[in-house]
């Protein structure tokens, strides 16, 4: 651990002794609010190590889902949850004044933008004044979402304040956020290290000793905000990082120039270079938001962050590169986007995940339909989504005909059950923006990559 991570010295009073004493004895009863890709498996972590977790979602579908031991999140086990639900130690359910029951409060609800880009906290506001109803002395409220500093000590803490406790005496509040990577085998709740800020020290104390029942690393930092800016500021990296490189992948093209293999040949350096990969965008709901919500919270201190909008800006036209690059592979073999059919594989925005939201590929479809191309997807991880225009669209089997039949193949996602040497195969026209077909036996003309 860093040196600067504050060390444990807890002098809490007897109310936060008796929480703790639950909390370590296994006894006390968690809450999650949020049961979605980060609430769900958090859930499943607490139900492992012994405790009972009561599970809160708006979505009633996801409720009785739950209560009927039925998963819908990849990361968590089928087998686990129903043996949790079925041994009644995980439940879930829609009645927030059951939040009185529970010792341990986590967050775990969306934080989008708003249609300008701005910040939308209504989630956090909404279970916030849910929890206050209901809030009495001896719980402790994690706040997990990410979000702008100052978000614990702005919006929740004014609304818990206003029931007359004590924050730090009566009842404790902390921000963790969750760093967890969707469909990474190796990183998982549990063995990726955790920040967690309290709003006093015995709130630090009692939350940091909370997550160390199921974290092997927990460390502390002085508050909330320092928690809440170093998430943001790690999922910052990664969209200036990635901006940078698809920048890169811009001029490559123009100086023809291959980005994959700059890429692969600036990764042999020993130290000082961390590899990003161009592609055709980003998506899910960390990277293409997290950074505004800072850039947001930065204006209020009349601070413009151009990092942020400068990635921000070169990542959201990534998909309007595709579009034209596609434009540009179909003219090589003289046919024009409009009335080519063209069959995308894959809309979820990263490998392996089910997840499409914000994803680089619904934009890219929407692109090529104004365009009067026929477009058809295959994605087994996204069976059926709706598109920008709220229209159902349905996987297609990925078949020799399917491939054959299509003027141009567009790779945009890279899950690993597709076997690329079969796409390359027989297909006509391929254009790879992963650079999928890295792997495949010989020389293939038909390839175009970003
Ligand atoms: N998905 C990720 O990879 C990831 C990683 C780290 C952090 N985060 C952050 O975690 C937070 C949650 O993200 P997610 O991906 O789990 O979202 P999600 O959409 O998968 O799940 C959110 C859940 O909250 C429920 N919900 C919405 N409003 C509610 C309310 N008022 N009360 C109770 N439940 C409500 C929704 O029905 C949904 O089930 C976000 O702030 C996100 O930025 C996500």
Redesign the pocket.
Known sequence: MNSSMLKSTFSGGEIAQKLLERITSRSAVVGV???????LPLAVEKCRVGYAVLG????AI?VAQINQGSNYIRDVADETLAQMVAGGRLSATSDFARLVECDVIVM????PLTANKDPDIS?IR??GADIALTLRPGQLVCL???TYPGTTEEILLPQFAATGLVVGRDYFLAYSP???D?GNKRYTTSNTNKLVGGVTATCLNVASDFYQQTIIDVLRVSTPRVAEMTKVFENTFRAVNIALVNELALLCDRMKIDIWEVMDAAETKPFGIMRFDPGPGVG???IPL?PFYLAWKARQYDFHTRFIELAGEINVSMPYFVRDKVARALNTRGLPLKGSKILMLGVAYKKDVPDWRESPALKILDLLTEDDAIVDYHDTHVPSFQDEHGRIRHSVPLTAKALSEADCVLITTDHSNISWDFVVDNARLVFDTRNATKTCQGQHRNVFLL
């Open positions: 609010v949020g049961l979605g890709y980060v609430g809160f979602d708006r979505n996801r775990c609800v969306p934080t989630y909404s279970v997990e979402s990410t969750e760093r967890v969707p899910g709901h960390c997290d």
